[in-house]
């Protein structure tokens, strides 16, 4: 994945969020797996969408940490589907943090999250298709 420079301007967020204090550490840093739990829930509304049912995570790759992100700062979570398998989703995922009073974003994190549609029994299912 390439580091891009501006968030895409095309797109939705699939989450936008405030952080607060009880995300961060003593220095005012927010924890990264605060930030990567955020990733898995905008990755898992794409999942979920698109095989019109439960998905679950199996994976993340490529997990890259870029910049801090800091107490007040506002976090948008974008995630596009880039591969489909028989049961499987590959979601591209990237945050961008941006000061409260600030118009400037950064990218601070990006990684791939790996889907499987799920049954009613938890077992690996067909992907119906859904929407992208």
Partial sequence: MDEPA???IDKQPAIRVSTMPA??????????GWLMGQMDL?????????A?????TVAVEGMKFHAPVSVG?????????VKVGRTSMTIDVQS???ARHSEESCLVTQAQFVFVAI??????????????
């Fill in 119 to 132: 049954d009613e029994h938890r077992q690996p299912r067909v992907v119906d298709g859904g929407t992208r």
């Fill in 23 to 32: 995300d961060a550490n003593a220095y005012g840093d927010i924890f990264g």
């Fill in 73 to 81: 700062d506002e976090v948008s979570v974008f995630a596009d589907i």
């Fill in 96 to 98: 961008w943090r941006r």
């Fill in 6 to 8: 501006t968030p895409p």
């Fill in 52 to 56: 019109r049912g439960r998905a679950v």
């Fill in 42 to 50: 905008a990755a898992g509304l794409v999942a979920a969408r698109h």
